[in-house]
């Protein structure tokens, strides 16, 4: 069955520093991924995806994420963090085929949530 | 573009009543999508249209049941509350050529 995990419950990082948040998934063929940010009280924007192609994908905010077939996984990173960047972030992986209709629906981790400190 | 509307944006109810959630998408999808998303479960299928006309149970059906009654709007209904489905609700609707989920700003609902 295809899942996600991201390891990592909570994280906090001093502004200014760089961050990498973690997402391993199991899936049996390529899939399309996906990095999603949700602010307090807020729905879910999308950061960035990866479908085919150059597997370091670039994303709004700053944000970059790297596709590691050899890991499955898909690690989100950003180079020098802002406290507005104080978030919930969901991984999640779609499916890449047609399964019965359900090609587009996405499975995703249980979130990480980034604190900064000043 | 509104993009996904749903309403209500807050909601509390009582064990055994019901009610039903709306959602409104106003770019031309095709597939909409009902999650329920509570603390350290990340977000979870209920339910999903490919298109109109069709629905098809996700990952946590039981409780709800839904309609999705034109293009536009997808409904999810509780027909008997319980304390369990305490949760915030997000409504999104696919763009097929980009493989993209775009999602409402929620409803939070409280059973007591």
């Known amino acids: 069955a295809q899942s996600v995990t991201q390891p990592d419950i909570h994280i906090t990082v001093s502004e200014g520093a760089s961050l990498e948040l973690r997402c391993n998934y199991s899936y049996g063929a390529t899939p399309y991924l996906f990095w999603y940010v949700q602010s307090p009280g807020q729905g879910l924007q999308l950061l960035l995806k990866?479908?085919?192609?150059?597997?370091l994908v670039q994303g709004i905010k700053g944000f970059e994420a790297e596709f590691k077939r050899s890991q499955s996984s898909f690690n989100l990173r950003k180079p020098s963090v802002h406290w507005s960047d104080a978030a919930e972030y969901f991984c999640a992986v779609g499916h890449s085929m047609n399964y019965g209709g359900s090609q587009g629906n996405l499975i995703f981790g249980k979130g990480t949530k980034l604190s900064v400190k000043p | 573009n509104a993009g996904v509307t749903q309403t209500p944006k807050f909601q509390v109810l009582k064990t055994g009543q019901s009610m039903t959630l709306q959602c409104a998408q106003d770019?031309?999808?095709?597939?909409m999508y009902w999650y329920r998303q509570d603390p350290g479960m990340g977000l979870r299928l209920i339910y999903y249209s490919a298109s109109e006309g069709t629905t098809d149970k996700g990952e946590v059906p039981n409780g709800y049941n839904v309609s999705r009654l034109n293009k536009r709007e997808f409904s999810l209904r509780l027909e008997s509350a319980a304390p369990s489905q305490t949760s915030v609700y997000f409504c999104a609707s696919r763009r097929e050529e980009q493989e993209t989920q775009y999602f409402g700003p929620g409803t939070r609902l409280l059973v007591l």
């Open positions: 990866y479908f085919s192609g150059d597997t």
């Open positions: 770019m031309n999808h095709n597939s």
